[in-house]
């Protein structure tokens, strides 16, 4: 038996967990339990738990709340038992801490709240480590790459207790990686027009909002195909309806519900794509490990994306669009 403990929060901390509980189904040794922060927390913890989930969306604002929101993130500290993360922990203590079944968590402040629970896994999927990862009381901690794990191993973890895993990228989409990439230089060497996906992180920022869909104009405008994943009803597909006045054929909408049809969608329509426009959170990990060219979509926001956009073009993998007017010559 293994059990998950997801804070299904935003997409990339749930995401790098997802991985891991697919290939452990597909191999079917293991029984697996999965469950989430609010569906055990209740009354001042789920209270907790659903702020913590309406500050990371005002988060990616430029609004006197989420400024003061991502100062606060920038200092977090999990290895303290401050006052916010006794509320948020208090029934997740009840029901994990005298449970000996290994327990893999997905985000930093679970490590806090459940420190020296035996069998805690800790499961670090970002190239990134910024000190608000780094969180003592965990029995293993899986990292993707060797030096994600310095900084833990500086924090006096034992090298046993850290796993290198490799690259966190979807089982479905490893097994198509080769075939993709040699069709896509076939494109580059050619003269085929280039496909490209277009990505917003889970808040959906307005500056990164505007420079998609000002890149994915370009592109359609230069007769070649863009394929959008947008959130059902949210910014980005409330942004593409009103900006293309016209149905083009070079432009794809992929509206998607939850992390799961957004992970069938990309699937589906992976063979197709020659780069991806996005942040630099967890496809960080596809520029690095697919062979897939990578634009960041800017500015940098929250802790992780700032070290992962610094691994990105020190691997010359990727370029940034900085500007709205960046965006509006991407394809030229």
């Given at each position: 038996?293994?059990?998950f403990?997801y804070?299904n929060?935003?997409?990339?901390?749930?995401f790098?967990?997802?991985?891991?509980?697919e290939?452990?189904k597909q191999d079917?040794?293991?029984?697996?339990?999965c469950?989430?922060?609010?569906?055990?927390?209740?009354?001042p913890?789920?209270?907790a738990w659903r702020?913590?989930?309406w500050?990371?969306?005002i988060?990616s604002?430029?609004?006197i709340?989420?400024?003061w929101?991502?100062?606060?993130?920038?200092?977090?500290e999990?290895n303290?038992?401050?006052l916010a993360?006794?509320?948020?922990?208090?029934d997740?203590r009840k029901?994990?801490?005298?449970?000996?079944?290994?327990?893999?968590?997905?985000?930093?402040?679970?490590?806090?709240?459940?420190?020296?629970?035996k069998?805690?896994?800790?499961?670090h999927?970002?190239?990134?480590?910024p000190?608000?990862?780094?969180?003592r009381?965990?029995?293993?901690?899986?990292?993707p790459?060797k030096s994600?794990?310095?900084?833990?191993?500086?924090a006096r973890?034992?090298k046993g207790?850290i796993?290198?895993?490799?690259l966190?990228?979807e089982?479905?989409?490893?097994?198509?990686a080769?075939r993709?990439?040699?069709?896509?230089?076939?494109?580059?060497?050619?003269?085929?027009?280039?496909?490209?996906?277009?990505?917003?992180s889970?808040?959906?920022?307005?500056?990164?909002?505007?420079?998609l869909?000002?890149?994915?104009?370009?592109?359609?405008?230069?007769?070649?195909?863009?394929?959008v994943?947008?959130?059902?009803?949210?910014?980005?597909?409330?942004?593409l309806?009103?900006?293309?006045?016209?149905?083009?054929?070079r432009i794809?909408l992929?509206s998607?519900?939850s992390r799961?049809?957004l992970?069938?969608?990309?699937a589906?329509?992976?063979?197709?794509i020659?780069?991806?426009?996005?942040?630099s959170h967890?496809?960080?990990?596809w520029?690095?490990?697919?062979?897939?060219?990578?634009f960041i979509?800017?500015?940098p926001?929250?802790?992780?994306?700032?070290?992962?956009?610094?691994?990105l073009?020190?691997?010359?993998?990727?370029?940034?669009?900085?500007?709205?007017?960046?965006?509006?010559?991407?394809?030229k």
């Amino acid at each position: 038996m293994i059990k998950f403990l997801y804070t299904n929060i935003g997409r990339g901390h749930p995401f790098y967990l997802d991985g891991i509980v697919e290939l452990l189904k597909q191999d079917g040794r293991l029984k697996i339990e999965c469950h989430d922060v609010f569906e055990i927390s209740k009354d001042p913890a789920l209270m907790a738990w659903r702020m913590a989930r309406w500050l990371y969306k005002i988060g990616s604002t430029d609004s006197i709340i989420g400024k003061w929101y991502n100062s606060i993130r920038d200092k977090s500290e999990y290895n303290k038992n401050g006052l916010a993360m006794r509320i948020m922990g208090q029934d997740l203590r009840k029901w994990f801490m005298s449970d000996d079944t290994p327990l893999v968590v997905d985000h930093p402040v679970l490590v806090g709240i459940l420190r020296w629970k035996k069998n805690l896994i800790y499961q670090h999927g970002e190239i990134a480590v910024p000190p608000q990862a780094v969180v003592r009381g965990a029995d293993y901690v899986f990292v993707p790459v060797k030096s994600s794990a310095i900084p833990f191993l500086d924090a006096r973890y034992d090298k046993g207790q850290i796993i290198v895993s490799g690259l966190c990228i979807e089982p479905e989409l490893v097994g198509k990686a080769e075939r993709a990439f040699e069709n896509r230089l076939k494109k580059i060497d050619g003269s085929e027009p280039l496909t490209g996906a277009f990505f917003s992180s889970g808040a959906e920022p307005a500056s990164h909002v505007k420079k998609l869909i000002l890149a994915a104009e370009s592109v359609v405008q230069s007769d070649e195909k863009a394929i959008v994943f947008a959130q059902n009803k949210g910014k980005v597909e409330s942004a593409l309806a009103n900006h293309f006045q016209i149905d083009s054929p070079r432009i794809i909408l992929n509206s998607y519900k939850s992390r799961e049809q957004l992970d069938s969608l990309t699937a589906k329509f992976f063979d197709q794509i020659d780069y991806i426009v996005a942040p630099s959170h967890e496809r960080t990990n596809w520029a690095l490990g697919l062979g897939l060219p990578m634009f960041i979509l800017e500015p940098p926001i929250g802790p992780f994306a700032p070290l992962n956009k610094v691994a990105l073009l020190q691997a010359e993998v990727a370029e940034s669009i900085s500007s709205p007017n960046e965006a509006k010559g991407f394809s030229k």
